[in-house]
């Protein structure tokens, strides 16, 4: 009998598949009927790549239809003791101000504000003490965010050096949604941290892990807090990465960084209030091993000077601030999986795969930014789809999910679920061969270019075209960087299995399946 995590890896599988093998046929059927993309297109359906896909594509709509809000602001520019600083007008403290706002929309009064506000009394002063904890041991969501910010990884390239430092034993698992650490590692931590130099709290540091995480891991750490800087790497890549993993491990159990947050409140002659604020760090606890980054927040400057409680300030400058609120973002990597972490939708294990997915079916690419948006091609799918199909709701797909952890838990059974989703996709996919739809023609043109570059490797069947075997004396060295574009795998050995060639061996990509690079080494 199966365990029941070996269970809900089946059935993920089999749900997965319901979606991929039933429902893909169909909707490539739709898209070259509408003239959308080619025969031969590599077109797919997925229950979370598809609904992934979505994500970007909501977030275009957004970004195109959004109205920029203008609002007013007030800053006046005083001098006090050699020392220059300014103060914003606090517009919230009106009793009138409408709770819950955050703009002041009103020009006129603004101005007024702005030209009345010619010296400045300090009506209070007070400084607050603010604790900042260290931030929490990684998981694999926290892991790759982290090194797509700091180094610009993909999510795939972290996770495959991940898997590179975790085969030479140099870190734990690091597919996890797991916070979690042993007592006994923790004790060696807090050695560790003591004996050079680390401020340490007085009790252990206890992570939970959140509702729905699987706590079968530990989190991803060190496996030696000794070994900072281990002689075996010579990877630049797996370097920064186990730097990266080997300071998160240390900090989770430091002190807290204390900071003193100051605040002077000044009233303008017509009894308008303006703020200052500024902050220093007066402990740094884990900020001894992992400094913050030097930009201080919009509202807070580097100083201000000394000012006792009555004294008037002339003002240099009161300027008027005209803005306007801004689009939403577009996402990088790190902020498409805390995306999907959000909403439920794929496991720590997925992420690296459904963001590779969407990039290699041509739904999604990379802006001159780095940010993923959708093509025209995933404009198409995502209309073809959405409302038709319970996988492209965020809701059902996160509901799945959780139905899989309950399986891996031994709390539901494997067959209700499946079954469930078998015959509601095959009810949908009843009403969809039957609908006529309406798809973005505006994208029409460029999805039908973009489908024409993928169908060109495949044959007449459909199937991926397998590149040919390159001769021995051909081959790359060992461990070197794929060659395939847009590949971010390394080379490997790898043995055939099955066939005639059974046995042979040749040099593979860590990027397998997606990348198909190889060379014969016998």
């Given amino acids: 009998m199966a365990s029941p995590q070996v269970r809900a890896q089946e059935a993920r599988r089999v749900v997965d598949r319901y979606v991929g093998y039933l429902v893909s046929p169909a909707l490539k059927k739709k898209l070259v009927s509408s003239n959308s993309v080619v025969e031969g297109a590599k077109i797919s359906a997925g229950r979370v790549q598809s609904v992934a896909v979505k994500l970007l594509v909501e977030l275009e709509h957004t970004i195109a239809n959004f109205k920029p809000i203008e609002h007013f602001g007030v800053r006046a520019h005083m001098e006090h003791g050699g020392v220059s600083f300014w103060t914003d007008w606090d517009f919230k403290v009106l009793p009138d101000f409408p709770e819950g706002e955050r703009l002041w929309k009103d020009r006129v009064t603004a101005e007024f504000v702005a030209q009345s506000a010619t010296r400045l009394e300090l009506i209070d002063a007070s400084n607050t003490t603010k604790n900042n904890k260290p931030l929490p041991p990684l998981t694999t969501s926290d892991l790759v965010k982290s090194a797509n910010r700091l180094f610009r990884f993909s999510t795939k390239k972290a996770m495959d050096l991940a898997q590179k430092l975790f085969e030479v034993g140099l870190i734990t698992y690091h597919r996890t949604d797991s916070p979690t650490m042993s007592d006994d590692f923790v004790a060696t931590l807090r050695h560790y941290a003591t004996t050079n130099g680390f401020s340490i709290p007085d009790q252990f540091r206890v992570y939970r892990a959140s509702g729905d995480a699987q706590e079968g891991h530990e989190c991803c750490r060190v496996t030696d807090i000794e070994n900072n800087q281990p002689p075996e790497i010579t990877d630049e890549g797996q370097r920064k990465l186990y730097q990266m993993i080997w300071q998160r491990t240390l900090a989770c159990q430091l002190a807290d960084e204390v900071v003193v947050v100051s605040q002077l409140r000044f009233c303008s002659p017509t009894h308008y209030q303006f703020v200052s604020k500024t902050s220093r760090q007066t402990f740094a606890g884990w900020r001894q091993l992992i400094p913050a980054a030097k930009k201080p927040k919009d509202d807070e400057q580097g100083s201000v ?57 041509t739904y999604a690419e990379y802006s001159p930014k780095g940010q993923i948006v959708p093509t025209a091609l995933g404009f198409v799918m995502c209309a073809a789809l959405d409302n038709r199909f319970g996988f492209m709701d965020y809701q059902y797909t996160a509901s799945i999910e959780s139905l899989l952890d309950r399986i891996a838990a031994g709390q539901q059974e494997y067959l209700p679920i499946v079954a469930g989703v078998y015959e509601q996709t095959q009810q949908e996919l009843q009403w969809f061969t039957n609908a006529e739809l309406s798809l973005p023609s505006e994208h029409f043109s460029e999805a039908f270019s973009l489908s024409e570059k993928s169908a060109k490797s495949t044959g007449r069947s459909g199937k991926e075209s397998t590149p040919k075997a390159k001769k021995k004396s051909d081959a790359p060295p060992l461990g070197s960087p794929c060659s395939a574009d847009a590949c971010s795998g390394t080379r490997i050995e790898r043995q055939f299995k099955g066939g005639k060639s059974d046995g042979k061996r040749y040099l593979g990509c860590t990027g397998f399946p997606d990348c198909k690079q190889f060379n014969w080494l016998d």
């Avoid at 008037?312 to 009161?318: D, E, I, R, Y």
């Avoid at 902020?335 to 795969?353: C, D, M, Q």
Wanted: proline share 9%; aromatic share 2%.
């Fill in 305 to 361: 000077p000394e000012v006792t409680v009555g004294d008037q300030l002339p003002v240099s400058n009161a300027e008027l601030q005209v803005k306007a609120t801004k689009p939403p973002s577009r996402l990088m990597e790190r902020n498409l999986v805390s995306e999907l972490e959000k909403r439920g939708i794929g496991r720590p294990s997925t992420y690296a795969n459904i963001i590779s997915t969407i990039l290699n079916r």
